[in-house]
């Protein structure tokens, strides 16, 4: 990158940090509401970290969520920041962060304007500015999933010690903070014993050595929590939850009646009753199991295994409502609209998102048409398998239009690779 364009770069950096600010004050009250809701426990983790050193929801140790997003929070709470305060600097630089990596990966696909022209769609990304001011993971996320691209991109010009530490490290952290990305790993790293340029052994050596990085960086929080459980938790414990909770009875019956709005609050008022019954064909939604009493006693690690029982019960029984389910999921995860939710989100604002990301899959088409070769470069190959890894995730589990925020540097450096090509050919 020259003189000039590492000038662009700052200024493209400088914008990430204004924007991102700028819709901070904007929708300051949302940021409120996400830090004094906290449905996700996120605080409430950070907080634990902070005041006792511990990682427990509500007095008992847990492995209900990822462990990173919380760490961070700590971080800053740590250091005295007020909540709100921490999380509009940690999500801004993980933003700034974030486009920086784009940019690389865009010089390296392409050239610096395809750089550059990727990092700003990330900078003004609906999806990215809407969770910004939200406390949940995708702002970090969203940086681990380029920084796992971009390292991928090193290991497969350079594939050396640093290349496969680094590489290795960045998947590790990555599944800390969504583990999904265990599952993006695992397919990225079959596909590199077919695609790296070298013997058939070295390849071999490389994705065995990412394979062990990855879990000696995992191993302490398995270890963690064998000790705490008496059995090891690899990811999360909320794993059976998000199963269930796109495979059960009011899922598949509002599948088939559209007129039936589904109700998360409906839904957990039945997995709160699953210590009423030990068998997972019991219907636990029902008016009968909202008059029984409790009789089983379940720790966190017992209840994630029940729920999958419950879940794959349900899955058995109703192998069309699972097909259906699936394409749903898919499509909630895929759509450019968002979903009419939101009392405070207008018409214009859903039909402008949705225009938007429209735009972006035309430009995505036009390069999967014309250019289909490119995707089997050192850049987007990784990029490739991530998009795969989550659309095969979210597939099964639940499934809406804020989890794709991962692969939003991916689909814009697509875009840009498409809008700075030339409109026919191939390569």
């Known amino acids: 990158m020259d003189r000039t364009n590492r000038k662009k770069l700052l200024w493209l950096l400088f914008a990430t940090c204004i924007v991102r600010i700028s819709f901070f004050m904007m929708l300051g009250d949302n940021l409120d509401e996400s830090l004094q809701a906290d449905v996700d426990n996120y605080l409430h983790l950070g907080h634990s970290l902070t005041d006792n050193s511990v990682y427990e929801l509500h007095g008992q140790p847990t492995a209900f969520r990822p462990v990173l997003y919380p760490a961070l929070l700590a971080l800053g709470l740590k250091l005295q920041l ?72 090193k290991l497969m010009d350079r594939p050396g010690p640093l290349n496969i530490l680094l590489t290795g490290i960045a998947f590790g952290l990555a599944g800390y903070c969504r583990p999904t990305f265990y599952v993006f790993a695992l397919i990225l790293l079959i596909l590199l014993l077919f695609v790296l340029q070298t013997s058939f052994v070295r390849r071999l050596a490389i994705t065995f050595s990412i394979g062990c990085v990855v879990l000696i960086i995992l191993s302490p929080w398995v270890y963690r929590n064998y000790q705490l459980f008496d059995k090891p938790v690899f990811a999360t414990t909320h794993g059976g939850y998000t199963l269930l909770l796109g495979n059960n009875p009011l899922y598949y019956q509002q599948l088939d009646q559209t007129e039936i709005t589904y109700s998360a609050t409906e839904f957990d008022e039945g997995v709160r009753r699953f210590n009423v019954s030990a068998e997972p064909n019991f219907d636990f939604w029902s008016a009968e199991a909202s008059l029984k009493k409790p009789v089983i006693t379940r720790n966190e690690v017992e209840r994630d295994a029940f729920t999958y ?86 597939a099964f589990f639940w499934s809406n239009m804020r989890m794709r925020a991962p692969l939003i540097p991916m689909l814009s450096l697509v875009a840009a690779i498409s809008f700075c090509s030339p409109k026919s050919g191939s390569s």
């Open 309 to 394: 029982e419950v879940a794959f019960h349900h899955i058995r029984k109703n192998p069309i409502g699972f097909a259906k389910g699936c394409l749903a999921r898919l499509k909630a995860f895929w759509t450019p609209l968002p979903a009419d939710v939101q009392e405070a989100r207008s018409d214009t604002q859903r039909y402008a998102v949705g225009i938007w990301y429209v735009l972006i899959y035309l430009l995505i088409a036009h390069f999967t048409l014309f250019h289909t070769r490119n995707w089997a470069h050192s850049g987007l190959f990784a990029g490739l398998a991530l998009v795969v890894a989550f659309s095969l995730v979210h």
């Open 82 to 153: 007020t909540a709100k305060a921490w999380v509009v600097i940690l999500h801004v630089l993980l933003a700034i962060l974030t486009v920086w990596i784009t940019v690389l990966l865009g010089c390296h696909l392409k050239d610096a304007q395809t750089g550059l022209l990727a990092g700003g769609f990330v900078i003004i990304d609906p999806i990215l500015l809407n969770q910004s001011v939200l406390v949940m993971t995708e702002t970090a996320a969203t940086f681990f999933a380029v920084l796992c691209m971009w390292r991928v991109a």
